[in-house]
């Protein structure tokens, strides 16, 4: 049973109450309704969550898709609807508010909840200038992660991404990506990222921590199947580029040494890590290396996610450079987790022009 897996299962009887009282009080607001119908409500929605956990851990079907992007959908207005519901009760503690406003504060919602589906699948391409002292010739690197291929954005959003980057094949050289092509809510066939075999440039790959979920070999396997680069733990020399693609370590997963990872640095080259968490940058330029890309953290994905997502990153979203003139780009992501709405946040290709400075 996969990390997910278990996840859903645990968090399960306390989404079923949680979701058993939000209703409650949601309807308390607007007329009674019997506990029982509730209990029932709660039950379904548990199980929305649950079956396709267990379906798509098998073979990816409509049906466990449908359900999956349900729950995605529907676990993101809950949370929207608990917000509105604590906003209502302390205004209410102070002013009373009339029915019409109750109503329109309720009807946010589901109108937010479009816009955000719809912005969560509008793929956006953004563009970054980075000035290095040590390129010989201008390179352009379309930069993603966090594609989170699964039962919620499953081929469709293969078939979107491979179609952006053969727009970008006359103005761009490589595309990195950094983790999390896979999110393990279904399984990995290895015919599920054959449309990048039609790109016209090298495609490069380094697992995050979602790619352990539905098994890191099948994720690799569909990777060299669709003609990619997976670089576990290893470098690529690419133009005046040297590529190290270091691998997401967590459990027994062991990591390269600083030595080991040090060895793989070519100062005759612009040295590039590609890393899934934006953690450890001050460290990766020590040790030689001049950019460092990133994903993993969604940019938080939506609001009010993304006011607090600095509590936990650091370095967040976007370009970052220091003093020693070393960047770091940690991209918003192309795909979402769990729930597939974004607001305040793209999906995004980053294009990262690299010029002499």
């Given at each position: 049973?996969?990390?997910?897996?278990r996840r859903v299962l645990i968090s399960a009887p306390f989404y079923m109450v949680f979701q058993f009282?939000?209703?409650?009080?949601?309807?308390?607001?607007?007329?009674?309704?019997?506990?029982?119908y509730l209990i029932l409500f709660s039950v379904s929605i548990g199980l929305i969550r649950i079956v396709p956990t267990f379906l798509e851990a098998k073979k990816s079907t409509a049906l466990g898709r449908?359900?999956?992007?349900?729950?995605?959908v529907w676990m993101w207005a809950s949370l929207m609807f608990f917000i509105d519901l604590v906003a209502i009760y302390l205004l209410g503690m102070f002013i009373t508010l009339p029915k019409v406003i109750i109503y329109i504060l309720l009807a946010i919602v589901p109108v937010l909840s479009v816009y955000n589906f719809y912005k969560a699948h509008k793929l956006i391409v953004n563009e970054e200038t980075l000035k290095l002292d040590n390129l010989t010739s201008e390179v352009n690197i379309v930069h993603m992660s966090d594609?989170?291929?699964?039962?919620?954005?499953?081929?469709?959003?293969?078939?979107?991404?491979?179609?952006?980057?053969?727009?970008?094949?006359?103005?761009?050289?490589i595309a990195i990506i950094s983790g999390d092509l896979a999110d393990g809510s279904s399984t990995v066939e290895e015919n599920d990222f054959l449309e990048f075999k039609e790109v016209g440039m090298p495609i490069v790959f380094t697992p995050g921590n979602h790619d352990f979920y539905p098994g890191i070999d099948k994720v690799i396997k569909a990777c060299k199947n669709?003609?990619?680069?997976?670089?576990?733990?290893?470098?690529l020399e690419f133009k005046n580029l040297n590529i190290y693609g270091l691998t997401y370590s967590f459990d027994d997963i062991e990591t390269p040494t600083c030595d080991e990872i040090k060895s793989k640095i070519n100062p005759e080259c612009v040295n590039i890590i590609n890393y899934h968490v934006p953690y450890h940058w001050k460290?990766?330029?020590?040790?030689?290396?001049?950019?460092q890309l990133s994903g993993h953290t969604h940019g938080g994905q939506f609001y009010p996610v993304v006011n607090f997502s600095?509590?936990?990153f650091k370095y967040n979203m976007g370009l970052f450079k220091n003093e020693l003139g070393r960047y770091l780009h940690v991209t918003t992501g192309v795909g979402s987790?769990?729930?597939?709405?974004?607001?305040?946040t793209d999906s995004e290709l980053v294009i990262l022009k690299l010029r002499k400075k």
């Open positions: 049973m996969s990390f997910r897996t009282f939000l209703m409650k009080y949601l309807f308390l607001l607007i007329g009674n309704v019997n506990d029982i449908l359900l999956a992007t349900i729950d995605g594609v989170h291929f699964g039962s919620v954005r499953h081929r469709k959003i293969i078939h979107q991404i491979a179609s952006q980057l053969k727009e970008l094949e006359n103005s761009c050289d669709a003609g990619m680069i997976v670089l576990d733990n290893d470098n460290e990766f330029c020590d040790l030689g290396f001049d950019i600095w509590i936990l987790m769990d729930t597939p709405m974004r607001w305040g």
